[in-house]
């Protein structure tokens, strides 16, 4: 319901783990063994050797002798502004309005978040199944380009309490809501734990 790639994503993360672990290996390897230390001052030393003669090159006036010691820098810098646009188009779509009207003649009518709270709050007032919910509005994109909205509820039981009892009370809300919005939604429901259901005492049934 976001516009985040996930396969994108774990490809990067999978990617970035088995850098960080060949590192990781790297450095506790030659730590603990010789070889390993004099094989990687080798390769040091090479790669330093073959950077002196790519220098040599590109010459370029002092202070900075060659122009790789300005191409170096300025892809790293590219590299971390194309990271950073990256990661701020990580999740998004989500929004502030949990449904809008457009009509012609009357104009465009939103409904605010907001207002579904509190209306799942005074619904959940006095439920000893649920300690706690959260609502939150999501625009995303569907087949063909399309924009689609969604809703999201989050339940967190309280400790001891049914899970069917909790289905029940979610099902109640998402029809609820539908009513007070005038039409169906797509509406995700998830039902969680956390510190509140931890601390909020066990439900029993009488």
Partial sequence: ?????????????????LVLLAAGTLTAGAGMDAGVRDRWSSVSTSLLG?????????????PLGSWWALAVPAVLLLGALASIMWLTRQGGGRTSEAARQRDAELG?????????????EAALEGNR???????????????RRT??????????????????????????????????????????VRIAGGTRTR????????
């Fill in 1 to 17: 319901m976001n516009h985040t790639n996930r396969a994108l994503n774990r490809f990067f993360l999978a990617a970035t783990g």
């Fill in 50 to 62: 073959g950077w002196r003669n790519l220098r040599s090159t590109a010459p370029l006036q002092e």
């Fill in 108 to 120: 465009d009518t939103a409904v605010d978040i907001s207002y579904l709270e509190s209306a799942v």
């Fill in 129 to 143: 199944a649920v300690v706690g919910s959260s609502v939150s509005a999501w625009r995303g994109r569907g087949r």
């Fill in 147 to 188: 924009t689609t909205q969604g809703l999201r509820i989050t339940l967190q039981a309280r400790r001891g309490a049914s899970p069917r009892e909790v289905a029940d009370v979610a099902e109640a809300l998402v029809t609820g809501m539908e009513a007070l919005l005038g039409h169906r939604t797509t509406v995700l």
């Fill in 199 to 206: 601390l909020a005492g066990a439900h029993r049934t009488s």
